[in-house]
């Protein structure tokens, strides 16, 4: 396994966003919390939602949940630097869930262009489990060592829900909403006593070697065992066999390309969107590898 870690800043400098820029240094130690937080900032909005394309297929500047989830992932990220905005992303989430606890796939578009259309073409009067459930694990990632947001009434009506919807569920789901699913109630294992039983459910639907096709994506678009189980130390990894983690390491480890960026299989949507998934994509590749001792 072979990363080139020296190539990373170069290509971030030309392909990533500044937002992506502060994550990695703040990664590598070269940055700091304050850095990223600041970053982060140009997303939000005055209701204390973000939008503005934090979540690179949809462009729309008016908040989203969707965007809600990669604020969070900022927000841990930034780990015992707590910033007051996690907790008013949980109060702006509470003013858009529905009545049964979820959250809407995406809310109505004030600038649809270049948007995927399955942001745009989402039902807004409907939850879903897909993005309430990747919503909230990232939420109670961020309440490990935020009060505010551990506390926080949304968190508490959204668990509920997520829990409640996945121990309804009969049918096999998308591959996106098992994901997403899947790393939900590792994110609750710890806490939450019904998550146990229902990861081992929902485990038993991921095939023995970690990859589920993307029904509807791209020809090769396919989830695998480090999408679901990224880092060590979590339940999650029990699902899998070790050997079949340590081949995903070498598979994420070889894809890095010849400019020093990772890439994704899933479509396209905008030149923006597409530069801006190839920085996302080079962090969390890092990331998930150094927490793997290999980078």
């Known amino acids: 396994m072979n990363v080139n870690l020296d190539l990373i800043p170069g290509f971030l400098a030309g392909h990533g966003r500044l937002l992506d820029r502060r994550r990695y240094d703040l990664l590598t130690g070269a940055g700091d919390a ?39 992932e900022v927000f841990e990220e930034a780990g015992a630097v707590t910033s007051p905005h996690a907790a008013a992303l949980c109060d702006w989430l509470e003013t858009v869930t529905l ?60 668990t509920r829900y997520c829990l409640d919807a996945i121990q309804a569920m009969e ?29 081992k459910r929902l485990g038993a639907r991921i095939p023995g070697d970690g990859r589920v096709p993307v029904e509807g ?14 880092f060590p130390g979590r339940p999650v990894r029990d699902l899998f066999e070790p050997s079949v983690i340590a081949a995903d390491l070498v598979r994420l480890a070889g894809e890095q390309q010849d400019d020093g960026g990772w890439t994704v299989d899933y479509a396209r949507i905008s030149p923006a969107g597409s530069l801006e998934w190839r920085g996302a994509a080079t962090v969390s590749a890092v990331r998930i590898l150094r927490a793997n001792g290999l980078a």
């Open 217 to 230: 994506g791209t020809e090769n678009e396919t989830l695998r065992p480090l999408d679901f189980a990224p």
């Open 99 to 158: 009545p049964d606890g979820g959250l809407p796939f995406s809310l109505p578009l004030a600038v649809p262009t270049a948007t995927a259309p399955w942001w745009a073409g989402s039902d807004h009067a409907s939850s879903s489990l897909q993005i309430t459930a990747i919503t909230a694990a990232a939420a109670h990632r961020v309440g490990a060592h935020d009060p505010a947001v551990a506390a926080h009434p949304w968190l508490e009506r959204a």
């Open 34 to 72: 304050a850095g990223a937080l600041a970053a982060l900032e140009g997303y939000r909005n005055a209701d204390g939602g973000y939008g503005w394309g934090l979540e690179p297929d949809l462009r729309s500047p008016e908040s989203q949940p969707g965007a809600a989830l990669h604020a969070f």
């Open 171 to 199: 049918e096999p789901p998308h591959a996106y909403v098992l994901l997403f699913a899947v790393r939900f109630l590792d994110a609750l294992y710890d806490d939450h006593p019904r998550a146990a039983d229902l990861l």
